[in-house]
T-cell receptor, first 112, second 115 residues
Framework: GNSVTQMEGPVTLSEEAFLTINCTYT??????LFWYVQYPGEGLQLLLK?????DKGSNKGFEATYRKETTSFHLEKGSVQVSDSAVYFC???????????FGTGTRLQVFP | DVKVTQSSRYLVKRTGEKVFLECVQD?????MFWYRQDPGLGLRLIYF???????EKGDIPEGYSVSREKKERFSLILESASTNQTSMYLC??????????????FGDGTRLSIL
């Protein structure tokens, strides 16, 4: 079946450091891929998405590219801020379904 | 903006009680979902509904039931609460439109403790 694997956290960085959070997936067909972010005390918000191979999703300085050859959707940001501290979830939606499959989440902590 | 409202942020109940978690969305979405979130396990789908009175089991439906009598409201029911149901519960909604890949919109969650 479909599944999502993302790197365990926490990821601890200093402000202005480069961020990568790895996400790989297993799926049949052509899934759509998402990154969601959960700030402390809140629900999840969509951060970015990509719906086909080689698409790049971007938002708030974050980027992720849908790589079918490596079945990956790694999240990157060139310069993180303290306000980016949150839990980040990679998710997949398979073809012809409305259900999402989530990774286990990666906590990011950014210190000044 | 889409608003998904969960009735309680924090809830404490006792073992064996029947517990109702309520969720309301204001964007006329067809789909509604209930997840539980546990450390190290991410989000796991309990049930979802794609229309009034329609429901489908998710990955972990045991011990739960749901009700959708109106389009905007989706209730999660713990028939007889147990301590292993202590968790964060998240409700979400989305349009029924797979081709455009509309996102799911989440409420702020209910942290439920079963004593």
């Amino acid at each position: 079946g479909n599944s999502v694997t993302q790197m365990e956290g926490p990821v601890t960085l200093s402000e202005e450091a480069f961020l990568t959070i790895n996400c790989t997936y297993t799926a049949t067909g052509y899934p759509s891929l998402f990154w969601y972010v959960q700030y402390p005390g809140e629900g999840l918000q969509l951060l970015l998405k990509a719906t086909k191979a080689d698409d790049k999703g971007s938002n708030k300085g974050f980027e992720a590219t849908y790589r079918k050859e490596t079945t990956s959707f790694h999240l990157e940001k060139g310069s993180v801020q303290v306000s980016d501290s949150a839990v980040y979830f990679c998710a997949l939606r398979g073809y012809n379904t409305d259900k999402l499959i989530f990774g286990t989440g990666t906590r990011l902590q950014v210190f000044p | 903006d889409v608003k998904v409202t969960q009735s309680s942020r924090y809830l404490v109940k006792r073992t064996g009680e029947k517990v109702f978690l309520e969720c309301v969305q204001d964007m006329d979405h067809e789909n509604m979902f209930w997840y539980r979130q546990d450390p190290g396990l991410g989000l796991r789908l309990i049930y979802f509904s794609y229309d009034v009175k329609m429901k489908e089991k998710g990955d972990i439906p045991e011990g739960y039931s749901v009700s959708r009598e109106k389009k905007e409201r989706f209730s999660l029911i713990l028939e007889s609460a147990s301590t292993n149901q202590t968790s964060m519960y998240l409700c979400a909604s989305s349009e029924l439109d797979r081709l455009s890949n509309q996102p799911q919109h989440f409420g702020d969650g209910t942290r439920l403790s079963i004593l």
